[in-house]
């Protein structure tokens, strides 16, 4: 897949691409509803005979449009957005800065620079998909936008459970710890990356060493609690118990820091520094503070077989 960064203003004309189908939206978490449209976009190239490109955009537009918030935390961040993406057959990828230049640009202008004049043929995008300064672009205006140049394809609202499936649904799940619940959403379990690094030392201790995972990029980061997991190392799958947290048994309390450690199932190895996966299951509970550590130990020895059994059944 050949990824092409755009800052706003560009200077590329039509002779520069190829003729492309063109998917466009944010696509956060790459859920079943995104995938809908990404895979159109790709059948209608196929059957043209032509390049399949997507349209994204960093950082999320609501960085720059939202009052508040300063930082996104993302599904998928844009390095795991672009593995999917990639995976999924399609050949180009665009990713426009959305800066507030950018975000000014009237429909119309929107349209004429980024889809006509990068040799769009026909764009795909979803019925609430929305374009051009206050998103004021939709749907339904893009046909008188098109000044005749593209054709286009609306994606209807795909449904699980007659909600619509939404990175939103899907950021309230994680951030409520409903993991198994995304799995139908996203088509897969959520996924986060990041390196095995130095710890307390204590899991060793108390008879459950632990992989502490430093995390890579700005991934959204489930609810605290204890989750059944399957982490990957060296290209293999393991399962595992995580505890997602701020230790209260432990943590002086004028020093909280959240930490992400996972227990690995039948593993013996020193594996610092490792580049690790992490997929999020079952939740099994919340955090607690312990009185001692006896009382953590047994319970750590339950969680455990509660993710045993959680596997188990998934396998049946
Ligand atoms: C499955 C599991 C559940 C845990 N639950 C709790 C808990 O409820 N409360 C707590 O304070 N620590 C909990 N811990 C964290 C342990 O305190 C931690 O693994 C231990 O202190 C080792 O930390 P270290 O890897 O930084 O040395 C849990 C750890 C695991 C693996
Ligand atoms: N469930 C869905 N069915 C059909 N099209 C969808 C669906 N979800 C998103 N789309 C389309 O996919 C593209 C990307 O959408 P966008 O990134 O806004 O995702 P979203 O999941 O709707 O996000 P949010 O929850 O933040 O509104 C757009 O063209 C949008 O219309």
Redesign the pocket.
């Known amino acids: 897949m050949k990824e092409v960064m755009i800052h706003h203003p560009h200077s590329f004309e039509k002779e520069d691409f190829p003729q492309l189908v063109m998917a ?6 790459v ?1 079943l ?2 995938q ?2 990404i895979n159109k976009a790709k059948k209608i190239a196929d059957q043209k005979g032509i390049q399949s490109a997507v349209m994204t955009f960093d950082p999320h537009p609501s960085v720059v449009l939202g009052r508040k918030q300063k930082h996104v935390h993302y599904i998928t961040p844009l390095e795991e957005k672009k593995r999917i993406i990639s995976e999924m057959g399609i050949d180009y990828l665009f990713i426009i800065r959305f800066t507030s230049d950018f975000a000014a640009l009237e429909p119309q202008a929107f349209v004429d620079q980024y889809i006509i004049n990068m040799n769009v043929q026909h764009v795909v ?5 929305t374009y051009g300064k206050f998103g004021k672009g939709t749907m339904s205006t893009l046909p008188e936008h098109s000044r005749d140049a593209f054709s286009y394809t609306v ?5 699980i459970d007659n909600e ?6 899907i950021r309230k799940l994680l951030n409520e710890g409903e993991t198994v619940e995304v799995i139908p959403l996203l088509g897969r379990p959520f996924q986060i990356s990041g390196t095995v690094i130095h710890g307390d030392k204590r899991g060793r201790t108390i008879g459950f060493p632990t992989a502490n995972i430093g995390i890579d990029s700005d991934y959204l980061i489930p609810k605290t609690g204890v989750y059944a997991v399957k982490i990957q190392v060296n290209q293999q799958w393991y399962e595992g118990v995580c505890n997602l947290g701020y230790k209260p048994t432990f943590q002086k309390p004028d020093e909280p820091s959240l930490s992400i450690e996972v227990h690995i199932l039948d593993f013996d190895h020193s594996i610092y520094g490792e580049e690790v996966q992490v997929q999020w299951f079952q939740r099994i509970r919340d955090e607690r503070k312990f009185n001692g550590i006896n009382g953590l130990i047994t319970q750590i020895e339950i969680d455990k077989q509660t993710a045993l059994c959680f596997f188990e059944k998934l396998l049946t």
């Open positions: 466009l939206g944010f696509f956060d978490g859920h509803g995104h809908q449209v995008a979803g019925f609430d998909y994606v209807n609202k795909y449904e619509k499936v939404s990175s939103s649904r």
